[in-house]
């Protein structure tokens, strides 16, 4: 009896969900959209009264189609990572820091239980289904974690359950966090639905300070700022600056300026985005780019005196009420390449760098980078815009012995004192010196290495001596010429000073001759 009993109930469940479906459907189809909202929100008010648990959603992003990721959202995903990984049944793996870690995080429909203060707290994914204003996407589709709680506990949750979980969520995300190299994408490859502005691959540069073939001293006191900078937020607030630094890098090429940069990144875990000005096409989009970035992160712009006329534009602004009278011999052609150029400006560069619109966003470093210091506009590279200039140039002996360490586990060799004598007669870049260091096969040892690097220097040393030389002898040529053309035009003068006199000469004669002739035509006539 009770197996048909069982059977009956089940197919009673069975008929009803199957009603319940059917009507929902019709409802669905053929009841108003309007009518529908009206009878979801009293339903949901009527529910209110009777349900004793609260619900506070985190979606992914707003209802624009292309609305950037919730930063909450983020940071509540990177917060149930650690819960997800050991309470949820279906959960996403993505690469973490280093990409040498997965890190773990709860799929769709998934539920876990989280405990605060004695607490229980659950969390819940689901995906959430919204029209748009797209013809191409009608429909989006959007996670969002709901948060559920019983409402006596209502100030506990929503005044410091959940300050905890962004702060602790955040602290998760340092740790887990790959950086990333960015890059701005050319402007005529922006398509209307993208996202973001940059595109970015993962940041694994080596490079550190103590790798770095540079004066211990110097390096110490950079490394000093940078950390004393990072710990700033407070010091910046209370003297009402933005949290941010300049560092103006300049030497000649092959001296470190590039390394130095993925040095500070790794020192302060800094993501890096790499700004090229000359695939940006205005103004606007410069401060498009700057708001694009995220805090804990160096701008950098290297070999800036390349990118832009940072220095002729004062004096072409000056000279445009001249040049009016000549537009019209322009070809059209030229115009309009000229329209389609780059029209960053030095304003829009000096408002990015310390304008209002510096302000968005903090613990940031802006990093420039020339080979040629006096090609920049003085108003560029001021104090308070690059607050830190650093001048990285040959390579000394100090800084000889950091790399010979590196690279060789030296600390000390009797060929050192040669070393040092030739890098006092010659100069030689630290990228030269870890070449010459570099082993080229497994039978390279520490001597030959130095013997290397002597030989360079050596060779080094005839160049330079060689280039003086002709620098000299081009100098003597160019004052023997200047004389010779002294000479000409001293002779060239007494030529036609002595022309010139004849020349008097000649018509003091005739003027003589023509007299004598008056003379003697009014004595005939007389």
């Known amino acids: 009896m009770l197996p048909n009993t069982m059977t009956e109930m089940w197919a009673t469940v069975g008929s009803t969900m199957a009603s319940i479906m059917f009507v929902w459907t019709i409802l669905q189809q053929y009841c108003p959209y309007n009518l529908r909202q009206f009878f979801d929100k009293y339903t949901s008010i009527i529910t209110g009264y009777f349900n004793p648990y609260i619900q506070i959603s985190f979606p992914e992003g707003s209802d624009d189609f292309w609305s950037k990721r919730s930063k909450a959202y983020a940071t509540v995903e990177t917060y149930l990572s650690s819960k997800a990984s050991e309470k949820a049944n279906r959960l996403k793996a993505e690469l973490g820091k280093d990409s040498s870690k997965l890190v773990l995080s709860m799929d769709v429909h998934q539920r876990v239980t989280d405990e605060f203060r004695g607490v229980k707290i659950w969390w819940a994914s689901k995906i959430v289904v919204k029209s748009t204003r797209s013809l191409y996407f009608p429909e ?95 010091f910046y607030a209370r003297i009402g600056k933005a949290w941010k630094r300049g560092y103006l890098l300049y030497g000649p090429p092959g001296t470190g300026k590039s390394t130095m940069i993925a040095a500070m990144a790794n020192l302060l875990d800094y993501d890096v985005y790499d700004l090229e000005l000359t695939a940006v096409k205005d103004n606007t989009e410069l401060r498009k780019l700057l708001i694009e970035t995220t805090s804990k992160s160096i701008i950098v712009i290297e070999d800036i005196d390349c990118s832009l006329d940072l220095t002729g534009q004062r004096t072409k602004k000056k000279k445009k009420s001249s040049e009016d009278d000549d537009q019209s011999a322009i070809p059209i052609k030229d115009v309009e390449e000229e329209e389609k150029s780059n029209k960053v400006t030095l304003s829009g560069l000096l408002n990015f760098v310390d304008g209002l619109w510096s302000a968005c966003g903090g613990e940031r470093l802006i990093v420039f980078t020339t080979n040629y210091l006096e090609r920049l506009d003085p108003a560029l590279i001021r104090r308070g815009r690059m607050d830190k200039h650093i001048e990285l140039s040959y390579c000394s002996f100090e800084a000889f012995k950091v790399l010979a360490k590196k690279y060789l586990d030296l600390e000390i060799h009797q060929k050192f004192d040669t070393i040092q004598r030739l890098m006092g007669l010659t100069k030689i870049t630290p990228a030269d010196v870890a070449e010459n260091l570099m082993p080229k096969s497994s039978s390279d040892d520490a001597d030959k290495c130095l013997s290397n690097l002597i030989q360079a220097l050596e060779q080094a040393k005839e160049e330079a001596a060689k280039k003086k030389a002709e620098e000299e002898e081009a100098a003597k040529k160019k004052d023997e010429d200047l004389k010779v053309k002294e000479e000409e035009a001293a002779k060239k003068k007494a030529e036609e000073e002595e022309a010139a006199k004849k020349k008097d000469e000649d018509l003091k004669v005739k003027e003589e001759e023509a007299a004598k002739k008056k003379d003697e035509d009014s004595k005939v006539r007389e």
């Open 140 to 234: 989006q589709e959007k996670m969002s974690y709901n948060l559920t709680f019983h409402k006596k506990y209502r100030h506990m949750i929503t005044e410091s359950y959940l300050e905890h979980v962004m702060k602790e969520g955040k602290q998760i995300g340092v740790r887990n966090r790959q950086r990333k190299l960015y890059t701005n994408c050319p402007t005529e490859k922006w398509p209307s639905h993208r996202r973001s502005l940059w595109s970015s691959v993962v940041f694994e540069h080596p490079a550190t300070f103590e790798t770095m073939g540079m004066d211990p001293e110097k390096k110490q006191e950079i490394v000093d700022d940078l950390l004393n900078f990072s710990k700033s937020k407070d």
